[in-house]
C-alpha cells in the first residue's frame, strides 16, 4: 500500500471553526493550523476590536498533541505590499463582483461582515439592519472606486449618512482581502494548505490565486445543514 503524504491545513479566514468543520479536517489533515483574531489598525485613533478567544481554549488536548497549532499574529497596521495586494483585489472588477454577490446571496458571508439582528449604527444614525442592509446592497457599489487609502480617509470623516455607507461597505471590502493576504502569507511561508468551510471566501481567493497565476491548493469544506456562522 502507498501511504499518502501528510499535508497541513490552514483554516481561513476565521480564527474559529465549527464542530463538525474540525472534525473534517482533524480526519483529513495531519495538523490545522489557526491564526490569532484579525483587528486592524486603520489610522492612528481607529481600528477593529480583537478577540483573546482560540480554538485551543476548548481542545487543550489537540494543542498538546500538536493536531492543534494557533498563534499567528495579524493584526495592527498593513504593511506597504499588504496595501498593494488589497488594492490590485479592490482594482479587480471580477474581485468585486464575487464580493458583492456573497453580501447578496450568502447569508452567512453576510453576517461575518455586518451585525444586522436589530439595528445598525451608520456613522452617528442607528438603522434599522434590512434597511441598512438595502443601502449597503446598492448595485453601484460593486463597480465605485475604492482603495486602503480612501477607507482610511473615510474612516477619519464620514461627514453624511451616504458617506458612512461608503465606508462601512469599505471597510467590509478591507477586512476580507486583509485576511485573504494573510492566508496567502501564511500558508507559503509554512507550507500549509488553506482550507475553508465559506464558500464565498473560497470563490475569492480561488479568483485572485487564478489571476496571480500561482501554485497554491485551496480547498473548501461543504458545512454540514445547520452549519452556525462564526
Excluded at 495531519?30 to 490569532?36: L, N, T, V
Excluded at 492612528?44 to 497549532?69: E, I, N, W
Excluded at 479568483?207 to 491548493?217: C, Q, V, Y
Amino acid at each position: 500500500m502507498i501511504s499518502l503524504p501528510v499535508r497541513y491545513a490552514l483554516f481561513y479566514p476565521f480564527h474559529l471553526c465549527a464542530p463538525d468543520t474540525l472534525e473534517y479536517l482533524l480526519a483529513h489533515y495531519g495538523s490545522i493550523h489557526f491564526r490569532d483574531y484579525m483587528a486592524l489598525r486603520l489610522t492612528p485613533f481607529m481600528g477593529t476590536t480583537a478577540y483573546q478567544d482560540r480554538m485551543g481554549d476548548t481542545h487543550p488536548d489537540l494543542v498538546k498533541s500538536g493536531r492543534l497549532v494557533q498563534g499567528y499574529p495579524v493584526s495592527g497596521p498593513l504593511d506597504g505590499a499588504a496595501i498593494a495586494e488589497i488594492d490590485r483585489d479592490f482594482a479587480d472588477p471580477q474581485w468585486r463582483q464575487l464580493f458583492h454577490a456573497g453580501l447578496q446571496e450568502d447569508r452567512r458571508f453576510q453576517r461575518g461582515l455586518f451585525d444586522l439582528t436589530h439595528a445598525m449604527r451608520i456613522g452617528s444614525t442607528l438603522v434599522p439592519g434590512p434597511a441598512a442592509l438595502l443601502r449597503l446592497l446598492e448595485p453601484q457599489r460593486a463597480a465605485e472606486s475604492c482603495t486602503v487609502a480612501l477607507v482610511q480617509q473615510w474612516a477619519r470623516s464620514s461627514s453624511t449618512l451616504e458617506d458612512a455607507y461608503q465606508f462601512e461597505y469599505g471597510l467590509a471590502l478591507l477586512k476580507t482581502a486583509a485576511a485573504q493576504v494573510y492566508t496567502f502569507r501564511l500558508a507559503r511561508a509554512h507550507g500549509l494548505v488553506p482550507v475553508t468551510d465559506s464558500r464565498t471566501h473560497y470563490r475569492l481567493l480561488s479568483h485572485t490565486i487564478a489571476r496571480k497565476g500561482i501554485d497554491l491548493p485551496n480547498e473548501y469544506v461543504a458545512p454540514s445543514q445547520g452549519h452556525p456562522s462564526l
